[in-house]
């Protein structure tokens, strides 16, 4: 047994990682009756706001991938090849921080390792696809491709083993994610990011037959993904925050509700998470009907709030460096305190993208505390 200071200010002992999570967060409720009648589990707090009703606090989805890694002492190689691993660092994060979810996001070379793409691996850093030898450097090589099952024991099997994990380690306490990667993202690993930008006016035939190809590949990854018990499917889709409007609305849009209304249709629920600087597109992503959407630190919440809307989700959005890394605890509550005055009562606590590995932990629970010292109002959708 070891002691940690997790969700509350007072100090409790915690079962190992090894263990089971849910009693661990069912004692961390039980002592947090003090303060509230009835405290919610994560999954209950996360399910509330998305639904745009009242929960006790703010709930809090920090992305962690490297530094959940390091939380638990392991190499990154070893966390992204590794469900049991992933699985294991992301249980002690929730643990020692008291987050209210899991996620099996790792890096964007799942889905184009199992089609084929070369892919170099880093001792300690996420592995990265070789554009110079991208998978359809050669256009023509799409013609007729299949991709492989989901569940043909590569990448995309160990992360469906690792929602299924996940939920059998966290019960109903925690809220489980899985993750895809979206058609303009997907684009980019499989086809090259340069060539991508240049098809889309070189070659726009082209540019719809891949993406077509991206999301029906994606909806089958995510649908065993829900079927092993994910509550909501990430779609990371960074490379469309490199597009205008136009572009965004002509290509990218269409494709990325197609595979938003397939999640739907299979009991999902989406979180969208587009890094970088979507001002130009953000309207758009607000249309696309996703229970959550992630916004990065480039885009003013303000602005983003306006042109979603007042029911639409946001996450975020604090600067992973300036902010999080750099900040004080002082300085992180601070900034919060703007952001949910500007995002209004539909807001999840969480930096604009992943927390930096180097991250002080006073910092992260700052983030947490805050999350925790803050109800939710709801809305009537």
């Avoid at 300690?124 to 256009?139: H, V």
């Avoid at 086809?191 to 999301?215: K, T, W, Y």
């Avoid at 990371?236 to 597009?243: H, K, P």
Wanted: charged content about 25%.
């Amino acid at each position: 047994m070891r002691s940690f200071e997790g969700r509350f200010s007072r100090r409790i002992e915690f079962m190992q990682y090894y263990g089971q999570i849910s009693d661990v967060f069912k004692m961390s409720r039980k002592m947090n009756l003090e303060r509230v009648v009835r405290a919610m589990t994560g999954r209950e707090r996360i399910l509330a706001v998305l639904g745009g009703q009242q929960a006790d606090h703010l709930p809090s989805m920090p992305i962690t991938m490297m530094f959940a890694a390091d939380v638990l002492g392991v190499k990154y190689g070893q966390y992204a090849r590794d469900y049991r691993i992933l699985v294991d660092a992301q249980v002690k994060t929730a643990e020692t921080f008291g987050f209210d979810y899991v996620s099996t996001i790792s890096d964007p070379a799942r889905e184009a390792a199992d089609y084929g793409a070369n892919v170099q691996w880093y001792e300690d850093q996420p592995p990265a696809i070789i554009e110079e030898e991208a998978l359809f450097a050669n256009k023509a090589d799409l013609v007729g491709y299949k991709a492989s099952d989901a569940l043909s024991g590569g990448r995309r099997e160990d992360r469906v083993r690792g929602v299924e994990l996940l939920r059998e380690r966290v019960g109903d306490e925690l809220f489980v994610e899985g993750w895809v990667e979206g058609p303009c993202a997907e684009g980019a690993d499989l086809r090259g990011i340069s060539r991508l930008m240049l098809d889309f006016s070189d070659d726009p035939e082209f540019v719809h037959a891949l993406f077509e190809f991206n999301v029906e590949s994606a909806i089958q990854f995510a649908a065993v993904q829900i079927k092993a018990g994910a509550d909501i499917i990430g779609v990371g889709d960074a490379a469309a925050s490199l597009v205008g409007p136009r572009i965004y609305k002509e290509f990218v849009w269409p494709w990325e509700k197609r595979l938003v209304d397939a999640i739907h249709a299979m009991g999902g629920k989406v979180r969208l998470h587009i890094c970088g600087n979507t001002r130009r597109i953000v309207d758009g992503m607000g249309t696309l009907g996703c229970e959550m959407v992630d916004i990065d630190f480039p885009v003013p919440m303000e602005e983003a709030r306006a042109k979603t809307g007042p029911g639409q989700t946001l996450a975020g959005n604090l600067n992973p460096v300036k902010d999080v890394r750099d900040g004080t605890p002082e300085t992180i509550v601070r900034a919060l305190e703007t952001l949910q005055q500007n995002a209004g009562p539909q807001w999840i606590v969480a930096a604009g993208c992943e927390i930096v590995r180097d991250t002080p932990h006073e910092n992260v629970r700052a983030m947490v505390q805050f999350a925790q010292m803050h109800a939710t109002e709801g809305i009537t959708r």
